[in-house]
Structure formats: structure tokens, C-alpha cells
């Protein structure tokens, strides 16, 4: 069968080699970057019971100051998301200040994590630019810092699920230099993890599940199997148990995530799931990868935001899996042959309780195994 579904004379260039150095390079580079996430993780948990009510109604509002003050000092978005994760931090030791307070820590979480992940040889922010970005005295800037850092006792490290999303990403191939590749693996998922910073729905979730949640119901909404691929099971260190999790949410942790991720989607891109697209096949991850022109689509069927500055920071840039083979034809005979089996199994929109499927947790029924089963052996 392996034939039919990829034809020699469907290959483009027999004569591609593929940058072993380079994935071998990007590889360790994303295990050394998952064991800090795992570390930071163990040692600074948030605590949703110690925030105040205070801190909670009004953290949206402080999430909007730390957008606005990253657009206007033209940081990086993962910058933006360190800061809400450092100021959750605060919070979760129990400080309770007032609201002009809470927004000059704000000011001050977006100073410090700034600075920490600029790349080598940019210019740091300094109390006179923050101040002219965000209307606050330079004296209550400094004071706001001074306070911040003696309730961290100056531990001012701050890992969010962006950055977490980023090395998933990195691990699967995505490569961030090429917008179309990014378009297609990686928009949706930097969007819905850029959305769900105004929420609390994951503040009693880890920023690694809060990634991969989001990076499941992505992928499992858009029909690419397998939802959660083996090169992120291997990159996480629990195997098949950790890949079960995914699959059951039989995690409580996971569960909570992912339904909140579920929510997210549907907000984003409305009460129908779009098609199954991805963009090439790449060596560290088998999913496959068909452009939405290729269907007869439009590839802006999300419309997503525009985002500035999403790239990797130095910490967590390296060399990217390009694609092995562009084998199109064979990805569309593939995605025919899923909707050929979805209409053989009368697979429709909505469940027996009337909601949408992917809405739902994840089924384990002989038709998902089956399909699975066929993905998997053709390598995805």
C-alpha cells in the first residue's frame, strides 16, 4: 500500500539530504531547554488560593498594561508572557497591594523579564523609557522594582507556556526564520497561548501542560494524528504513560487545561473545526502537512492576529528540521483517504449529546484506533 500513497514520480528532489548535524544540534538544544522548564517548574509553583480577590478582578486589566507597554517598547512577545508569570509569582506569596501598586509592579515585572531575555548586544530597558511608556513617575518605578525583588527574595526567574510552546514547536521542526511554515504550525497555538494570559482558567496549570494542551487541541481539532506526536513524548521523559494522559486527560491537571484550551479554540475559530492542514514532513516529526491551497482553501481561515516579535529568544534559538521531501500529492491522497474513512464510519459534526466532538474528551474507540493505527504506518 506504501506505493500508492507515495509515488516515486511524485518526489520533486531525490537529490535532498537532510542537515543530520543540524537536528542532532536541535535536539539536545531542546532537551537541555525542557530540563530548565522542569526545574523552574518544580521550584516556583503558583498558588491560586494565596491570590487575593483583589489581584484576581483586576488581572486582566494588568495583563492589557503589560501588552501595551510591550508593543510601545517594541519587546518580544515572550518578554510580555514572562512578566504575567512573574507577576502571578507575586501574587501567589500573598501581597496584596493596592491598584496603582499592583500596576507599577506590573511596570516592573515587564522591566526585569525584558531585560533578562534580551538577546546579547540589544539595549536594555531603562526606568526613563518605561517611564515614558507608561505615564508613571521614575521614582515609583524604582520603588516598584525594589519591592518586587524583596518578595522574591531577587528569584525574579520566569518561564512562560510561550516559551514551553516555542520548544515544542522547535522539537517538532517547525522553523520560525520561514512564515509559512510558521503560519501553519505555529500562529494558531502562539495566538490561543497570547489569549489565554487574561484568563485564570491556567493559573493552577504548569506553563509546560498549558503549552501542550493548547498544542493538543490544536492538533487534535484539525485532525492531524497523532495528537500528541512520539518526538514530544520522547522530549518530555514519561513515554507512553505521559503520551496516555494526553490521550485519556486522566491528569486533572491536564484535564483542566485542556478544556480550558478547548474553549479557546472555539472561540478562535468559531463552532466548526477547520480542515486537517500541517506543511511538510519533517525528520523529528512525522505529522503530515497539506497546505490548505492544495485542498481548494483559503490559507488565512483563522485570520489570525498579527504578532510582533514571536521568535525564539536566544535561550531556546537553534538550528530547525527543515523538510525532507515535499510529497503534496501524497499528503492530499492521504487526507482523501481520511475523509473517505470518516464518511464510512458516518463520523458527523455533533455527538449523540449535541455537542462537538472535539469539545469532548478524546475517544479511544476501534474506529480512532484504526485510523491511528493507519497514520502510524505511514509514518506520521
Given amino acids: 500500500m506504501l506505493p500508492v500513497f507515495f509515488p516515486c514520480s511524485s518526489l520533486p528532489d531525490k537529490t535532498y539530504k ?4 543540524a537536528s542532532i544540534a536541535t ?13 523552574f517548574e518544580q521550584e516556583h509553583a503558583l498558588s491560586l488560593q494565596a491570590m487575593s480577590a483583589q489581584y484576581l478582578d483586576s488581572r486582566s486589566e494588568l495583563v492589557a498594561l503589560a501588552d501595551a507597554l510591550g508593543s510601545q517598547l517594541s519587546l518580544q512577545t515572550e518578554a510580555v508572557h514572562d512578566a504575567v508569570l512573574l507577576m502571578d509569582r507575586l501574587a501567589s506569596t500573598g501581597t496584596s497591594p493596592g491598584q496603582g501598586s499592583m500596576c507599577l509592579l506590573m511596570a516592573a515585572c515587564v522591566k526585569v523579564c525584558a531585560n533578562a531575555s534580551a538577546i546579547k548586544g540589544e539595549p536594555k530597558v531603562e526606568d526613563e523609557a518605561l517611564a515614558s511608556a507608561s505615564g508613571m513617575p521614575v521614582a515609583s518605578l524604582r ?11 531577587d528569584d525574579l526567574a520566569a518561564i512562560s507556556a510561550l516559551r514551553c510552546l516555542h520548544i515544542y514547536l522547535e522539537k517538532m521542526g517547525c522553523d520560525f526564520s520561514d512564515p509559512v511554515m510558521f503560519e501553519a504550525m505555529g500562529a494558531l497555538p502562539t495566538r490561543l497561548a497570547s489569549e489565554s494570559l487574561g484568563g485564570s482558567s491556567f493559573l493552577n496549570c504548569r506553563p509546560s501542560i498549558v503549552a501542550a494542551a493548547i498544542l493538543y487541541t490544536c492538533r487534535r481539532s484539525r485532525g492531524i494524528v497523532p495528537y500528541w506526536p512520539s518526538s514530544l513524548c520522547k522530549l518530555t521523559r514519561s513515554g507512553p504513560v505521559f503520551y496516555a494522559n494526553y490521550k485519556d486527560m486522566s491528569t486533572p491537571e ?5 478544556k480550558a484550551a478547548q474553549r479557546l479554540y472555539v ?4 463552532a466548526r473545526p477547520p480542515p486537517a492542514i500541517s506543511l511538510g514532513r519533517s525528520e523529528s516529526e512525522g505529522s503530515m502537512y497539506v497546505p490548505l491551497q492544495s485542498l481548494g482553501g483559503s490559507p488565512n481561515w483563522f485570520s489570525p492576529t498579527p504578532l510582533q516579535g514571536v521568535s525564539p529568544t536566544a535561550s531556546f534559538t537553534g538550528a530547525s528540521h527543515p523538510p525532507l521531501l515535499d510529497v503534496a500529492s501524497a499528503e492530499l491522497a492521504l487526507y482523501q483517504f481520511r475523509g473517505s474513512y470518516a464518511g464510512s464510519t458516518q463520523e458527523s ?10 469539545e469532548s474528551s478524546p475517544r479511544s474507540n476501534s474506529s480512532f484506533n484504526d485510523l491511528n493505527f493507519a497514520g502510524l504506518s505511514l509514518g506520521m
Wanted: aromatic share 4%; charged share 15%; glycine share 4%.
Fill in 18 to 21: 537532510p542537515n543530520i548535524e
Fill in 143 to 153: 520603588a516598584a522594582e525594589l519591592d518586587l525583588r524583596m518578595a522574591l527574595r
Fill in 254 to 258: 491536564m484535564s483542566v487545561a485542556i
Fill in 267 to 270: 472561540q478562535a475559530i468559531g
Fill in 27 to 39: 535536539e539536545a538544544m531542546c532537551a537541555q531547554s525542557f530540563a530548565s522548564v522542569s526545574q
Fill in 349 to 358: 459534526n455533533t455527538s449523540a449529546a449535541g455537542s462537538p466532538p472535539w
